[in-house]
């Protein structure tokens, strides 16, 4: 049986994956969300550390980071120091000699995130090379068979664009001088460039989007049963391209409690789109705007059996298989 946790980390992301077939469950947990995300007043919202010790996880085969925001990979170190973790995937890792980095306190504030973000995440690197951790660099990685019967295959939109980005922030490591228009591209690229995971298993196929923009992989989208949305639902997340060729069945919105205005997160036209569809969503935080019932979940689960059926959120509530 494969088992899918979507975690309640707020305006982050972390999923949990785990095949419990065989003496020794394989998991694996797909971004981190955020080391310190911003409670919500009443609301069951968690972290990947204290969901994985509350569930007495104390192995991850691997993790993938998909893309170097906060919110997705911010919280590494704590899983870290909760779990032993086999190996880390991700498209882009500092070589050993990377030179830390401060930020300019001038700069705009889209590359003091990004100079904040490859800081961490040279510690964080450097910490798993000290652990004994295996990198798996994405690019390449072509499909994984996981488990005899879970597969899975890492995307991105652009490998083009994703090899620029990464030399990029090789360079900004090595202390080289890199042309500020260069550097801000390369920090509005994370999300376009944010890896997908697909996931197979039992004849299903699971969409775990990142970040990656609607726009940026409509043409590459491929039916699937299950979708991970990306970017939090916001109204850039899904174009009616990407939706009619998606057409999933259930997709999860991970999200916090409340609509965020400013970035249309969730957005009601993705929500539409998708519905469209047929698609039943659920959301990983309470949200209740647009009329929507909300939850109060520590996280959205649904597991699939080796014949291929699933067992929903609703079906869980309702007293299903």
Not at 35 to 56: D, M
Not at 81 to 103: D, H, K, M, N, R
């Given at each position: 049986?494969?088992?899918?946790?979507?975690?309640?980390?707020?305006?982050?992301?972390?999923?949990?994956?785990?095949?419990?077939?065989?003496?020794?469950?394989?998991r694996m947990?797909v971004?981190t969300?955020?080391?310190?995300?911003?409670?919500?007043?009443?609301?069951?919202?968690?972290?990947?550390?204290?969901?994985?010790?509350?569930?007495?996880?104390?192995?991850?085969?691997?993790?993938?980071?998909?893309?170097?925001?906060?919110?997705?990979?911010?919280?590494?170190?704590?899983?870290l120091?909760?779990?032993?973790?086999?190996?880390?995937?991700?498209?882009?890792?500092?070589?050993?000699?990377?030179?830390?980095?401060?930020?300019?306190?001038n700069?705009i504030?889209?590359?003091?995130?990004?100079i904040?973000?490859?800081?961490?995440?040279?510690?964080?690197?450097?910490e798993?090379r000290?652990?004994?951790?295996?990198?798996?660099?994405?690019?390449?990685?072509?499909?994984?068979?996981?488990t005899?019967?879970?597969?899975?295959?890492?995307?991105?939109?652009?490998?083009?664009?994703c090899?620029?980005?990464?030399?990029?922030?090789?360079?900004?490591?090595?202390?080289?001088?890199v042309p500020?228009?260069?550097?801000?591209w390369?920090?509005?690229?994370?999300?376009?460039?944010?890896?997908?995971?697909?996931?197979?298993?039992?004849?299903?196929?699971i969409?775990?989007?990142?970040?990656?923009?609607?726009?940026?992989?409509?043409?590459?989208?491929e039916?699937?049963d299950?979708?991970?949305v990306?970017?939090?639902?916001?109204?850039?997340?899904?174009?009616?391209?990407?939706?009619?060729?998606?057409?999933?069945?259930?997709?999860?919105i991970?999200c916090?409690?409340?609509?965020?205005?400013r970035?249309?997160?969730?957005?009601?036209?993705?929500?539409?789109?998708?519905r469209n569809?047929?698609?039943?969503?659920?959301?990983?935080?309470?949200?209740?705007a647009?009329?929507?019932?909300?939850?109060?979940w520590?996280?959205?689960?649904?597991?699939?059996?080796?014949?291929?059926?699933?067992?929903?959120?609703?079906?869980?509530?309702?007293?299903?298989?």
């Amino acid at each position: 049986m494969l088992k899918l946790h979507f975690l309640n980390v707020g305006d982050g992301d972390a999923a949990l994956i785990e095949d419990l077939a065989g003496d020794r469950p394989y998991r694996m947990l797909v971004d981190t969300g955020d080391a310190c995300p911003a409670q919500e007043s009443g609301s069951c919202q968690t972290t990947a550390a204290k969901y994985l010790r509350r569930h007495r996880v104390e192995r991850l085969d691997a993790v993938v980071v998909t893309h170097l925001h906060m919110d997705h990979f911010g919280g590494l170190r704590n899983v870290l120091e909760t779990v032993e973790v086999g190996q880390v995937y991700s498209g882009f890792f500092p070589s050993p000699s990377a030179q830390s980095l401060t930020p300019d306190p001038n700069a705009i504030k889209t590359v003091k995130g990004l100079i904040q973000c490859l800081e961490l995440w040279r510690q964080d690197v450097e910490e798993l090379r000290r652990r004994g951790v295996k990198l798996c660099p994405a690019e390449g990685a072509g499909k994984l068979e996981l488990t005899p019967a879970l597969q899975a295959e890492l995307l991105c939109a652009d490998p083009f664009d994703c090899t620029v980005q990464s030399r990029v922030w090789e360079a900004l490591l090595a202390g080289e001088e890199v042309p500020d228009s260069l550097v801000y591209w390369s920090s509005k690229f994370r999300n376009p460039g944010s890896l997908r995971v697909s996931l197979h298993y039992a004849g299903r196929r699971i969409e775990l989007a990142g970040d990656c923009l609607g726009s940026e992989w409509e043409g590459q989208a491929e039916p699937c049963d299950l979708l991970k949305v990306p970017h939090h639902g916001d109204g850039k997340s899904m174009t009616p391209l990407a939706a009619d060729r998606l057409r999933p069945k259930w997709a999860v919105i991970s999200c916090g409690g409340k609509y965020i205005s400013r970035k249309d997160r969730p957005s009601e036209l993705t929500l539409a789109l998708l519905r469209n569809q047929g698609t039943r969503i659920w959301f990983t935080g309470s949200f209740s705007a647009f009329g929507e019932a909300g939850n109060d979940w520590e996280s959205v689960e649904f597991s699939i059996f080796e014949d291929g059926s699933v067992l929903t959120p609703d079906d869980r509530i309702s007293g299903g298989r």
